[in-house]
């Protein structure tokens, strides 16, 4: 079994996003999906060969965690952006937990904002705890350590330079702005919808 990237050219001329930073972008994740099907082989192969013991096989089984999270957050994150952003509808389930539990859609707005400026690089994500129906606005500082467990990631801001700093510099709250502008709603309230079944 392989993964295969996808392809997310669509995103291209996307308002705030240029062209070469996605397409930058979009180099990066497909390395991900190359280094996490290579470790899976190298891990597979030394299983076969008995060195499951071997410092390298330690090593790989490490480093898998790092590539395929890099892969699947990029995914997540490409596929809740869009070149036409849909708002949330007020109707959905998600807009309501959102107003239910922070009060209303800008202050979580407000929230979201605030843990995506956090000094670093990482990743900014709401997640969806079905286990006590409640929502969770985390910074995950590495793509390996900080996901929490069960949860559903409903919303994605990749906070690394490489997303960032090619258009707006040391302008975080600027590339913030640009993503809130771009965001396809459709995405996260379907993530959503599917994980309260």
């Known amino acids: ?12 001329g996307t308002t705030g996003f240029s062209d070469q930073l996605l397409k930058n972008h979009f180099t990066l994740y497909q390395g991900y999906v190359a280094n996490t099907n290579k470790l899976i082989e190298a891990i597979i192969a030394l299983s ?18 790092w590539e395929f999270n890099g892969m699947r957050l990029h995914e997540l994150y490409f596929e809740n952006l ?7 509808d007020q109707n959905s389930l998600l807009y309501k ?3 239910a539990q922070f009060g209303s859609f800008q202050e979580f707005e407000k929230y979201f904002r605030a843990s995506g400026a956090v000094r670093g690089i990482g990743w900014t994500v709401l997640y969806y705890d079905a286990r006590s129906d409640f929502l969770l606005v985390c910074w995950v ?3 390996d350590v900080g996901h929490l467990t069960g949860c559903t ?9 490489h ?29 959503f919808e599917a ?3």
């Open 48 to 65: 076969r060969e008995n060195r499951t013991s071997t410092l390298e096989f330690a090593e790989l089984k490490r480093r898998l965690g």
């Open 153 to 161: 990631p409903l919303l994605i801001m990749d906070v690394f330079e």
């Open 82 to 88: 869009s070149k036409t952003p849909a708002p949330l």
């Open 141 to 143: 500082n590495e793509h």
């Open 1 to 12: 079994m392989a993964y295969e990237a996808k392809n997310f050219d669509y995103l291209i």
């Open 163 to 191: 997303a960032f700093m090619p258009d707006y510099g040391l302008k975080r709250a600027d590339y913030i702005d640009a993503f809130f502008k771009a965001i396809d709603w459709n995405a996260a309230a379907k993530r």
């Open 97 to 99: 937990k959102i107003v």
């Open 195 to 197: 994980s309260n079944r």
